[in-house]
């Protein structure tokens, strides 16, 4: 077994990994995960993140593999789990097979958009590939047939674009719950907003799209928490290309745990 551990900048998420699941990816790259992750908030202290996931980790022969945007809070933790456990912490890089990254510092781009990239990249197959986390941030990452990166897009995720606008005017509101959203022109204050943040959304993934590849469409994956509603929004702008659009919940879990099979040499 192993133990993927993902420090996003609002939660940590974590997710077991049983040897036949991990030897199912190795082989075939097949959506073999299983779903069942685990994540709690950073109202927690170290020593509670810590114990919260060691409930996952059985023996302590079992690898724990590390990504994180968030050092402030992942090194305290990973110091301690080393106590106990061998803690692998997985980093941005140049290249990953045939993957290219385009920063010329690729230390100074977040792990998690590298691994979704790393993902990206065994699932579309060479063919050309956008990625999408649509999380705290959204980061969108362009990669050509090649396995070149083209290089991204960062900017606030949803919740944080809302909050900005509302904390900064007196008289937007945004009602006590979520609208039905779509990639229309409101006609009163909330959809005037929610329409508003995700038509922008669509549209530059929209815009990526069609720039990229002049080998037709590429693949779009979609992931993070809004990375749903911006796919079925994305689906009903652009229905002819349907097919290569999804969502995949575990992206960066599945470029985690790809990362760590090639650094223990399974693959
Ligand atoms: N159960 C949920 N918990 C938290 N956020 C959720 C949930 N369901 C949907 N969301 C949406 O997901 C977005 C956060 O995305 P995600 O869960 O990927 O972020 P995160 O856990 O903070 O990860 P990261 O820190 O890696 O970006 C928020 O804008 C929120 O609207
Ligand atoms: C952009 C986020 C916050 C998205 O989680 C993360 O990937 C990050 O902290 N990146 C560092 C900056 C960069 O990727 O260029
Ligand atoms: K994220």
Redesign the pocket.
């Given at each position: 077994m192993m133990l993927l551990v993902?420090f996003?900048?609002?939660?940590t998420?974590w997710l077991a990994v049983s040897d036949s699941d991990a030897d199912a990816w190795a082989v075939s790259g097949e959506n073999s995960l299983n779903q069942e992750w685990r994540?709690c908030g950073y109202e927690l202290s170290a020593i509670q993140i810590v114990e919260q996931i060691s409930k996952d980790l059985p023996s302590s022969s079992t690898p724990i593999v590390v990504a994180s945007?968030?050092p402030s809070v992942s090194e305290p933790i990973v110091d301690i789990l080393r106590e106990k456990y061998r803690v692998h912490c997985v980093v941005s890089e140049s290249a990953f097979e045939g993957l290219v990254n385009a920063y010329s510092d690729p230390t100074a781009m977040g792990i998690?958009r590298w691994l979704a990239m790393i993902a990206g990249y065994r699932r579309s197959q060479g063919q050309s590939f956008i990625v999408v986390?649509?999380?705290?941030?959204i980061t969108l990452d362009a990669v050509l047939e090649t396995g070149q990166h083209m290089g991204g897009f960062i900017l606030p995720?949803?919740?944080?674009q809302l909050n900005a606008l509302l904390s900064n005017t007196e008289q937007v509101h945004s009602g006590q719950i979520r609208p039905e959203v779509s990639v229309e022109l409101g006609q009163n204050t909330q959809t005037c907003v929610f329409n508003g943040i995700v038509t922008q959304i669509v549209a530059l993934v929209e815009k990526i799209s069609r720039q990229l590849s002049a080998n037709g469409f590429p693949k779009v994956i979609l992931?993070?928490?809004?990375?749903e509603l911006i796919k079925d929004l994305l689906i009903k702008e652009i229905s002819e290309e349907s097919e290569n659009i999804t969502y995949v919940p575990l992206l960066?879990f599945e470029g985690l745990l790809t990362n760590a099979l090639k650094e223990l040499k399974k693959m």
């Open positions: 993902d996003g900048n609002t939660r998420k994540a945007v968030k998690d986390d649509c999380g705290t941030a995720g949803l919740n944080k992931t993070g928490g809004d990375g960066v």
